[in-house]
């Protein structure tokens, strides 16, 4: 059993920075394949970036690429999502989620365990 609490949303201004945080709950943490996904007001929920248990290997979606970088610390239990260069349409409730093994990082139905989700709003 995975707890998952993001943290580090908020309001920023077009081509602000925000960190977002992944806190996790669970001693076998560093097990597990971590996804962000983001779902802005009525759309679908879209896959963000992923890294996979050790943090060599990480993964991006197309509209994110060169602006966000995923990292974790196993330490601290903790993954990051650094986000720069920030645009408007990156509005939405972004989530973390966690997975055994990284295959099919972009698929949100093969994540097992979720956060509640924290906000990101960015101004034009």
């Known amino acids: 059993q995975v707890q998952l609490v993001e943290s580090g949303g908020g309001l920023v201004q077009a081509g602000g920075s925000l960190r977002l945080s992944c806190a996790a709950a669970?001693?076998?943490?560093?097990?597990?394949?971590v996804g962000w996904f983001r779902q802005a007001p009525g759309k679908e929920r879209d896959f963000v970036a992923a890294?996979?248990?050790?943090?060599?290997?990480?993964y991006y979606a197309d509209s994110v690429k060169d602006r966000f970088t995923i990292s974790r610390e196993n330490a601290k239990n903790t993954v990051y999502l650094q986000m720069n260069s920030l645009k408007p349409e990156d509005t939405a409730v972004y989530y973390c989620?966690?997975?055994?093994?990284?295959?099919?990082?972009?698929?949100?139905?093969?994540?097992?365990?979720w956060g509640q989700g924290t906000q990101v709003t960015v101004s034009s």
């Open positions: 669970g001693r076998t943490f560093s097990s597990y394949a």
């Open positions: 890294i996979d248990y050790s943090g060599a290997s990480a």
């Open positions: 989620a966690a997975k055994v093994g990284v295959s099919y990082y972009y698929r949100g139905t093969e994540f097992r365990y």
